[in-house]
T-cell receptor, first 112, second 116 residues
Framework: GNSVTQMEGPVTLSEEAFLTINCTYT??????LFWYVQYPGEGLQLLLK?????DKGSNKGFEATYRKETTSFHLEKGSVQVSDSAVYFC???????????FGAGTRLFVKA | EAGVAQSPRYKIIEKRQSVAFWCNPI?????LYWYQQILGQGPKLLIQ????????DSQLPKDRFSAERLKGVDSTLKIQPAKLEDSAVYLC??????????????FGEGSRLTVL
């Protein structure tokens, strides 16, 4: 079946540190891959996406590359800020109906 | 552009009682989703509608949960009778569901249910 596995949190970093949150997936067919973010007190919102192998999604300094050979979509940011503190969800969607499956989420704390 | 609207934001009920949640998607979005998010877990899809038809309800506990989207616009999710393990945030999301759809979901703020 289709599933998403992401690294457990929480992840605690100091401001300006490098961030990596690992995400791997299992899917039948060719999924689209997403990172969603949930800031405190807010709903989930799309951070970035990639729809085919080797595509790189990017937004707000975050990047993730769709790696078909390793079935991965790791999230990276070169220099985190306190305002990046949130829960990050890796997700995939398959099929014409765009059924979306989420990972368990990784909570990030950034200290000033 | 108005976002996805959900109500109520918070609900506390006793076990075996019933509860209903309402969702109004972004105007023009054909696809509507209900997810259950238990504390510390990722959202789990309960049901997906395309207009007023059900696309996927394979993970909906049909003995106690029901959902409808009668006119292909807003939707209601009902739980009757509620169990303690139903305590969660119920998220509604919508997407274009047509030619230009990239798969991006637009979420409401959620309805937090506590069952005592």
């Amino acid at each position: 079946g289709n599933s998403v596995t992401q690294m457990e949190g929480p992840v605690t970093l100091s401001e300006e540190a490098f961030l990596t949150i690992n995400c791997t997936y299992t899917a039948t067919g060719y999924p689209s891959l997403f990172w969603y973010v949930q800031y405190p007190g807010e709903g989930l919102q799309l951070l970035l996406k990639a729809t085919k192998a080797d595509d790189k999604g990017s937004n707000k300094g975050f990047e993730a590359t769709y790696r078909k050979e390793t079935t991965s979509f790791h999230l990276e940011k070169g220099s985190v800020q306190v305002s990046d503190s949130a829960v990050y969800f890796c997700a995939l969607s398959v099929g014409g109906g765009f059924k979306t499956i989420f990972g368990a989420g990784t909570r990030l704390f950034v200290k000033a | 552009e108005a976002g996805v609207a959900q109500s109520p934001r918070y609900k506390i009920i006793e076990k075996r009682q019933s509860v209903a949640f309402w969702c109004n998607p972004i105007s023009g979005h054909a696809t509507l989703y209900w997810y259950q998010q238990i504390l510390g877990q990722g959202p789990k899809l309960l049901i997906q509608f395309q207009n007023n038809g059900v696309v996927d309800d394979s993970q909906l506990p049909k003995d106690r949960f029901s959902a409808e989207r009668l006119k292909g616009v807003d939707s209601t999710l009902k739980i009757q009778p509620a169990k303690l393990e139903d305590s969660a945030v119920y998220l509604c999301a919508s997407s274009l569901g047509a030619g230009e759809d990239t798969g991006e979901l637009f979420f409401g703020e959620g309805s937090r249910l506590t069952v005592l």
